[in-house]
Nanobody, 119 residues
Framework: QVQLVESGGGLVQPGGSLRLSCAASGISFSIYYMAWYRQAPGKQRELVARITSIGSTIYADSVKGRFTISRDNAKNTVYLQMINLKPEDTADYYC?????????????WGQGTQVTVSS
């Protein structure tokens, strides 16, 4: 069965760093695009970053220069390296997997991991 499991969230002070991981199983990982979404309290879910099967990336304007998405196909894992974290980055972060041509937000989802940025 398809399973996406996020890890790496936690409490961090402003300016700190975290690396989120999403381990996938039950899919042909290397042909999927992978994405990170987040949902902050009282706000809609938003796309944070996406990486295609060949490594092309996009980022939300709010995280450009601070977040980096990467993937390790040998480990069936996608990462989100977050630096210079800000309180507005506080959210539940979700891993998403899809195939080319699918709509934004379609595909498979993980259970989420919480990131809290607070002093």
């Amino acid at each position: 069965q398809v399973q996406l499991v996020e890890s790496g969230g936690g409490l961090v002070q402003p300016g700190g760093s975290l690396r989120l991981s999403c381990a996938a199983s039950g899919i042909s990982f290397s042909i999927y695009y992978m994405a990170w979404y987040r949902q902050a309290p009282g706000k809609q879910r938003e796309l944070v970053a996406r990486i295609t099967s060949i490594g092309s990336t996009i980022y939300a304007d709010s995280v450009k220069g601070r977040f980096t998405i990467s993937r390790d196909n040998a480990k069936n894992t996608v990462y989100l390296q977050m630096i210079n974290l800000k309180p507005e980055d506080t959210a539940d972060y979700y891993c998403n997997a899809g195939l080319p041509g699918w709509n934004n937000g379609a595909g498979y989802w993980g259970q989420g991991t919480q990131v809290t940025v607070s002093s």
